[in-house]
């Protein structure tokens, strides 16, 4: 029940080989998912186009949520090219290092709510896009992170912005799921991507993980992959509104 031949999706994220984002599109595609690859710019595009060849993505487009018209080309592009959607992964997420670095209470309102676009609304507005793509239902899939729920040290804005993240997607959950539409976020264990480089200290948080976690191994992207595939298939046909941890049990510590 969790192979995906035939399933349409579209990946956003995938910024290197280190990415959770690949992780999982690696997986999709290994599971029989077609998948349509975006990279964020000209910058990033030597680092994701060969990963997106290596899947066969018939689609490879660049797609910054925050430039105006970027996402709604990609939809349109996967509209003409398919006419439908079967699930997408949103796993974007961004904070100006000034904020993200400092405390929340002296975040800046451009620095916050520019966070909050791209780490969470973007999520809502690809919901919106997709939906009259998947009108045989579809799963729709987002990151996140213990931090949503609790104070992680040197986390700060995003976490906030992670928990808004949740609580869109019990929201999103609540309004799509008469259309067979589910909608589910994943919360990964620390993982050593690009992403999470710009979290200060964020080694000892990845050692800690580690000693502490039940399971005593760190998580890699291919388990956030095999949980990815899961959520995108038919097994996964009665879940949503809900936040699953791969994290080799650290969160039940806390």
Not at 90 to 105: C, E, M, N
Not at 138 to 165: C, F, N, Q, R, W
Not at 222 to 229: I, P
Request: proline letters at 5%; aromatic letters at 6%; hydrophobic letters at 45%.
């Amino acid at each position: 029940m969790t192979g995906l031949e035939g399933a349409k999706g579209l990946v956003v994220g995938i910024a290197n080989e280190h990415s959770i984002a690949w992780g999982c599109a690696r997986a999709l595609h290994a599971a029989g998912a077609e998948l349509a690859v975006t990279w964020l710019n000209d910058k990033a595009r030597p680092w994701v186009e060969p990963l997106a060849q290596a899947l066969n993505a018939p689609l490879r487009m660049p797609l910054d949520v925050s430039q105006p018209g970027e996402l709604e080309a990609v939809f349109d592009a996967v509209k003409r090219r398919w006419g439908r959607l079967d699930f997408v992964l949103h796993s974007i997420a961004f904070a100006p290092k000034q904020d993200l670095h400092g405390r929340v209470t002296d975040s800046s309102r451009d620095g916050f709510l520019r966070a909050m676009d791209i780490s969470c609304h973007s999520f809502i507005r690809m919901a919106r896009l997709a939906e009259p793509l998947m009108d045989r239902g579809g799963s729709l899939l987002t990151m996140s992170y213990l931090g949503a729920d609790e104070v992680i040290d040197h986390y700060g804005l995003m976490g906030p912005v992670k928990a808004a993240l949740e609580s869109s997607v019990r929201y999103l959950a609540a309004e799509l799921g008469r259309s067979g539409i589910r909608v589910n976020a994943i919360s990964p264990g620390p993982l050593a991507t690009r992403a999470a480089s710009g979290i200060e200290q964020f080694d000892q948080l990845l050692r800690e993980a580690v000693q502490r976690a039940p399971l005593r191994h760190p998580v890699d992207i291919d388990d956030v992959g095999s949980l990815c595939v899961f959520l995108a298939s038919d097994a996964a046909r009665s879940i949503t509104g809900d936040t699953l941890y791969v994290d080799a049990g650290y969160h039940i510590l806390n």
